[in-house]
C-alpha cells in the first residue's frame, strides 16, 4: 500500500517507519520538511516527504497523526477530495493546551463528544478509524511485552476501513477490540489520559492496556 502520514512527530515517524518495515511505501506530510531530515535518511528509499496535500493524494490509505487542537485545520489543508472514500487511522487524542492537573491530562472535548466526531461529521465521505491513540509511540509497531500481546481498541462507522485497519493491527502485533461505530471513541480518546497518569506522576511510561477475557 502507499501509506500517506500526515504529522511529522514521533507517531508519524514511528509509523511511518513500522509500515515501510512491513513493506509498504510511506509518504510523511509537514509543513516543514526539514523536521524530517533524519528519518529520511534512516527509513530508506520506501519513505519520502511532502506536503499534507501531497500526503493525501498519495495515500491508499491516511494516517491522521498531528496535535489534536491541528487536526482539523491540518485535514482542511490536504483537502478533503484528496482524501475522500479512503481510510483514515486517526491516532489523534484531543489534548487541550492547558497543563495536566495533578497528572491528568485536560481535553478540550467532554464525555459526550469526541475529537474522532467531529472530524468524521466535517468529512462525511472519508472513513475514520479510532485506533493506535491509547498506548505511547514506543510500543505501537510489534509491541514486545514478553510474549503477551496487549489490546488497541478500535473504533469507526466503515466496516471495510475497520477490516484494512485490523489488518494492519495484526501486522503489527495487536490484539484488536472493535468497540462499534465513531461514539465510542468518546470511550477510546480519553485511555490516553489513563495511559499518562503513571508517567506525569511517576516517570512509568513503558506500559500498554489489556483486556481480559474469560
Ligand atoms: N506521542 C505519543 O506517544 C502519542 C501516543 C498516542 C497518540 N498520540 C497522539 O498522536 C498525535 C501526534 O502526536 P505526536 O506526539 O507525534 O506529535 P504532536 O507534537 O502532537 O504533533 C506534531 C504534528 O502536529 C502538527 N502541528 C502541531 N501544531 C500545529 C498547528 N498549530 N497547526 C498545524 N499543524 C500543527 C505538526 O505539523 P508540522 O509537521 O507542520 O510541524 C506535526 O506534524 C497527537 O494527537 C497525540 O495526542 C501521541
Same mark, same amino acid.
Request: contains cysteine.
Given at each position: 500500500?502507499?501509506?500517506?502520514?500526515?504529522?511529522?512527530?514521533?507517531?508519524?515517524?514511528?509509523?511511518?517507519?513500522?509500515?515501510?518495515?512491513?513493506?509498504?511505501?510511506?509518504?510523511?506530510?509537514?509543513?516543514?520538511?526539514?523536521? @524530517? +531530515?533524519?528519518? @529520511?535518511?534512516?527509513?530508506?528509499? *520506501?519513505?519520502?516527504?511532502?506536503?499534507?496535500?501531497?500526503?493525501?493524494?498519495?495515500?491508499?490509505?491516511?494516517?491522521?497523526?498531528?496535535?489534536?487542537?491541528?487536526?482539523? $485545520?491540518?485535514?482542511?489543508?490536504?483537502?478533503?477530495?484528496?482524501?475522500?472514500?479512503?481510510?483514515?487511522?486517526?491516532?489523534? *487524542?484531543?489534548?487541550?493546551?492547558?497543563?495536566?492537573? *495533578?497528572?491528568?491530562?485536560?481535553?478540550?472535548?467532554?464525555? +459526550?463528544?469526541?475529537?474522532?466526531?467531529?472530524?468524521?461529521?466535517?468529512?462525511?465521505?472519508?472513513?475514520?478509524?479510532?485506533?493506535?491513540?491509547?498506548?505511547?509511540?514506543?510500543?505501537?509497531?510489534?509491541?514486545?511485552?514478553?510474549?503477551?500481546?496487549?489490546?488497541?481498541?478500535?473504533?469507526? +462507522?466503515?466496516?471495510?476501513?475497520?477490516?484494512?485497519?485490523?489488518?494492519?493491527? $495484526?501486522?503489527?502485533?495487536?490484539?484488536?477490540?472493535?468497540?462499534? +461505530?465513531?461514539?465510542?471513541?468518546?470511550?477510546?480518546?480519553?485511555?490516553?489520559?489513563?495511559?499518562?497518569?503513571?508517567?506525569?506522576?511517576? *516517570?512509568?511510561?513503558?506500559?500498554?492496556?489489556?483486556?481480559?477475557?474469560?
Amino acid at each position: 500500500m502507499n501509506v500517506g502520514i500526515l504529522g511529522s512527530g514521533v507517531v508519524g515517524q514511528t509509523l511511518g517507519s513500522g509500515f515501510i518495515k512491513h513493506g509498504h511505501q510511506v509518504k510523511i506530510g509537514t509543513s516543514s520538511a526539514s523536521k @524530517l +531530515n533524519d528519518w @529520511l535518511k534512516s527509513a530508506g528509499s *520506501n519513505a519520502s516527504v511532502g506536503s499534507f496535500e501531497e500526503v493525501a493524494k498519495f495515500g491508499d490509505v491516511i494516517v491522521i497523526a498531528v496535535k489534536g487542537t491541528a487536526a482539523l $485545520n491540518v485535514l482542511e489543508k490536504a483537502g478533503s477530495k484528496n482524501f475522500a472514500n479512503k481510510t483514515i487511522l486517526d491516532t489523534t *487524542n484531543p489534548i487541550a493546551d492547558a497543563a495536566p492537573v *495533578n497528572g491528568v491530562l485536560q481535553y478540550f472535548t467532554n464525555q +459526550n463528544d469526541s475529537l474522532m466526531e467531529q472530524l468524521q461529521s466535517k468529512f462525511p465521505e472519508s472513513n475514520f478509524v479510532k485506533v493506535f491513540s491509547c498506548v505511547g509511540s514506543p510500543f505501537m509497531v510489534n509491541p514486545d511485552f514478553n510474549g503477551v500481546k496487549p489490546t488497541m481498541f478500535i473504533a469507526g +462507522n466503515n466496516e471495510k476501513a475497520k477490516g484494512v485497519v485490523k489488518n494492519i493491527l $495484526n501486522t503489527f502485533g495487536w490484539e484488536i477490540e472493535d468497540m462499534g +461505530n465513531v461514539e465510542a471513541a468518546r470511550a477510546i480518546e480519553p485511555l490516553c489520559i489513563l495511559w499518562c497518569i503513571p508517567g506525569f506522576r511517576e *516517570n512509568r511510561w513503558m506500559h500498554a492496556f489489556k483486556l481480559l477475557k474469560k
